[in-house]
């Protein structure tokens, strides 16, 4: 679930975090989790919620209540349409969210965290769960085989660690792949155990940043697929998208955390992109110079 620190949320508001904290005292709303240090996070869902009832110049306790209603009922709408097997009926509940709202806020403010109550309701391997998983999957390859063609000649490689295509999981890695797309991206999809001819596939793709994505995979498993990609591809980020603090997999591959949001993850990774300036020519191992050449290396 897509968080927001208090000076984060208290931008997208447009008001101090000062005036936030007494909202908060003043209606419980919007009410903060807390980090482990005990810091205030915000659900990004009420916080936007919140800034689209301001604009419709409320006063803040008609807006408090407006918002309340408003992600309630969204995130309530495809509950229950999922949670009784209706699935005609959650297409609707989308499309009646994506009327009022971006592809990516239906994602990341609906969405996702209506698979993640259904989870902890049902059981990620439960039956029931299967079929809602199914769903989802099905309705964001839907999304993506519509979103826009990519802008950009940077291609990004994503590692799926997720383990299991319906896991939560599996689930987060299908939204980002939808994101990365929607910022302009185009990318390519390889299981982090797909180890046989993973240097022709990168070779022809030649990847400028590569994501390792979900956390169902071992450490080991996952280092040992980013080091055959470095070997084939030479140096380029490697970035982590949903592997929590898994240290040992921070430092077996150099790589850089993305936040947990597919939506703000998207974003970063075209941030770093932006960062590395226009595609250029890399070094690249003499393996893949040989390929490329048509001729295989002794």
């Given amino acids: 679930m897509r968080t927001l620190k208090t000076s ?24 903060p989790q807390r980090s482990p240090g005990r810091h205030r996070l915000y659900v990004h869902a009420e916080i936007a919620a919140l800034r689209d ?15 309340r209603e408003a992600v309630a009922a ?3 709408a495809l509950v229950g349409a999922l949670g009784a097997f209706e699935l005609d009926r959650a297409d609707q509940a989308m499309e009646g ?27 990620a391997d439960s039956a029931p769960w299967s079929l809602m998983a199914r769903w989802a999957v099905d309705w964001l390859g839907r999304v993506r085989r519509l979103s826009p063609v990519p802008s950009r000649s940077q291609w990004l490689v994503i590692g799926d660690a997720s383990g299991a295509e319906l896991s939560p999981e599996g689930i987060k890695v299908r939204a ?9 991206l185009p990318s390519v999809t390889l299981p982090v155990h797909g180890i046989a001819g993973l240097a022709d596939v990168l070779a022809s793709v030649d990847p400028h940043a590569v994501v390792i994505a979900g956390a169902g995979v071992a450490d080991d498993d996952v ?6 990609v470095r070997m084939a591809i030479g140096p380029l980020p490697v970035l982590l998208f949903g592997r929590g603090a898994r240290e040992g997999a921070t430092r077996a591959t150099g790589a850089r955390r993305l936040p947990d949001s597919p939506v703000r993850a998207a ?32």
């Fill in 53 to 67: 009832a301001l604009m419709e110049g409320l006063s803040i306790s008609s807006a408090i209540s407006r918002a």
């Fill in 97 to 123: 969210t994506i009327a009022l709202k971006s592809v990516e806020h239906a994602i990341d403010e609906v969405l996702l965290p209506s698979m993640e109550q259904l989870a902890e309701r049902h059981g």
């Fill in 8 to 31: 984060e949320a208290a931008a997208v508001l447009n008001v101090s975090p000062n005036t936030l904290r007494a909202w908060e005292r003043r209606f419980g709303y919007p009410k």
């Fill in 267 to 298: 974003d970063a990774v075209l941030e770093i992109l932006n960062e590395l300036g226009a595609p250029q020519e890399r070094v690249r191992p003499p393996q893949v110079m040989a390929s490329r050449s048509g001729k295989r290396s002794a």
């Fill in 223 to 228: 280092a040992r697929w980013a080091y055959r």
């Fill in 74 to 76: 969204d995130t309530h």
């Fill in 176 to 184: 980002l792949e939808v994101a990365v797309g929607r910022v302009g």
